[in-house]
């Protein structure tokens, strides 16, 4: 992956200032096509508007990164070692790595319980000021009965891995029950079986939560040969700032780029350039955590991601490759809006919303379960979310007329060809190809080779790293 290592210089782990004001500056707002509806949350002063033209500034004003310094590391761990034990399991792992980079700013550990009631029913978290920030999926760690009892009086625990190296110490903790009904059903929106997330991590987990203040012994690494794409919010921080973006722009996925997706990236900044910005940088944001069984596995997906910058569909001066460490809960509307927020966090000022984003199909039922506008809808409205600029995008699809991806027109639809992510990877598992145009020759031969890969037993999949 040499091409996309030239993407980043080697980055100081120090994390920026975020004090201060954002700079503004003004500018005339173009019409937007159909193709990419805007609406800016921005003060209207005549015909001027006022847009921002700083990087976004941090959940609470400050990124809270939760890493122990490298001269006290030792220190921490004989600590550890005289406390209870709590062993992670992958997902927890997962989260311990989105705390201790500040995803979650403000938050400063696993939540205690007023803070995962408030993320159930409000969404958002009301900060000492008075202020809200968003927050819509609990991140919380789950301990049995055992476990319970074996922390006694204990004020802080050690979390440890698989093999009980000590991976962070937990203070000021405080247990309460687990309602795994009520969690499950504020989340996703139903309690029905087959819901990958609940499966992989609620179903079979604690009756109990346990949460408190996270301190991080060493930086989480997996050793899978991608920990460099691994920059945290501070990193990419860093590097926007390196590359004099005055706006940054996000893109979430966890499936292939197709020219789709190009096609909206590279429209999207076309119109901030219209808006008078001078430098837009695309933050192309690959989800790395849990996952579900028949999405393609990261490293795969990175491989691809690499093609479709070696062959010039994306712009690699313009664009920076990162993989966000969250687990997937395929929670709709109530994930994207996570998803929005931990953006905020690494400094992104638009973020680009989809059809049916963080959506699957039902479970039980043959059809989607979440309707696919609403989580566009949702994540313009949600509390704590007004610093953020969301960008709804219609429909791409293959323009048979064209021969390309294009924006679908409804007063055409003959011309246009919808092409699944099941019809994808059907078109993929049998080594054929898609129609010219629909995605780069590269990505498509990564691709092909992924599924051909694939091993036949247990789960259909390629095993993933874990967190070492």
């Known amino acids: ?12 782990l120090s994390s920026p200032s975020f004090n201060g004001s954002p700079r503004t500056h003004f500018v005339s707002i173009p019409t937007l096509p159909a193709s990419l509806s805007f609406k800016p949350r921005i003060r209207q002063t005549g015909v001027r508007v006022l847009v921002r033209a700083a990087l976004i500034e941090p959940d609470g004003g400050k990124l ?54 408030q993320t159930l029913h409000f969404n958002s978290l009301r900060l000492e000021d008075g202020s809200v920030v968003n927050m819509s999926v609990p991140i919380v760690l789950a301990i049995d009965d055992s476990q319970k009892q074996s922390i006694g009086n204990f004020t802080r625990v050690a979390l440890v891995d698989s093999n009980d190296n000590p991976v962070a110490i937990l203070s000021d903790i405080e247990i309460y029950k687990h309602p795994k009904e009520e969690r499950i059903a504020r989340t996703w929106g139903t309690t029905a079986p087959g819901l990958p997330y609940v499966e992989e991590a609620i179903t079979n987990a604690g009756n109990w939560l346990i ?21 945290s919010p501070a990193q990419l921080h860093e590097e926007f700032t390196r590359r004099n973006a005055d706006a940054v722009f996000a893109f979430q996925l966890r499936n292939p780029v197709h020219n789709g997706h190009a096609l909206l990236m ?8 219209e808006m008078g910005y001078k430098n837009p940088v695309l933050l192309l944001h690959p989800l790395g955590g849990y996952t ?22 994306l712009d690699p001066e313009t664009t920076v490759v990162s993989i966000f460490p969250s687990p997937m809960h395929y929670a709709g509307p109530t994930e994207v809006q996570w998803h929005a927020k931990a953006r905020i966090n690494a400094g992104a000022n638009f973020y680009i919303v989809g059809r049916d984003p963080a959506g699957m199909g039902h479970p039980v039922e043959k059809r989607d379960l979440y309707d696919a506008d609403h989580g566009k809808k949702v994540v313009s409205m949600a509390p704590g979310l007004e610093r953020l600029n969301i960008l709804p995008f219609k429909v ?7 021969g390309k991806m ?23 598992k049998n080594k054929e190809n898609p129609p010219d145009g629909f995605m780069c020759p590269g990505g498509w031969k990564v691709l092909v080779e992924y599924y051909d890969t694939m091993i036949p037993a247990g789960n259909g999949r390629v095993p993933e790293a874990v967190p070492a």
């Open 1 to 12: 992956m040499a091409s996309m290592i030239t993407l980043f210089t080697k980055i100081p």
């Open 64 to 117: 809270v990164e939760l890493l122990v310094e490298e001269s006290k590391r030792d220190i921490k761990k004989r600590e550890a070692a005289l406390l209870p034990r709590i062993r992670l399991k992958k997902i927890d792992v997962q989260w311990v790595h989105v705390l201790s980079e500040g995803w979650a700013s403000p938050l400063r550990g696993f939540m205690k319980e007023s803070e995962f009631l």
């Open 211 to 231: 949460g408190g203040d996270l301190e991080v012994i060493e930086p989480i690494k997996y050793h899978d040969g991608l920990d460099r794409f691994r920059l």
């Open 266 to 273: 590279t429209d999207t900044r076309c119109r901030l350039l």
């Open 292 to 313: 579900k069984a028949d999405d393609v596995p990261l490293s795969w997906r990175m491989k691809q991601h690499e093609k479709v910058l070696e062959d010039g569909v």
């Open 396 to 402: 791409a699809a293959y323009d048979k007329t064209q």
């Open 406 to 428: 294009a924006f679908f027109d409804p007063s055409r639809a003959q011309d246009f060809l919808f092409i699944s992510g099941t019809k994808m990877r059907t078109l993929a």
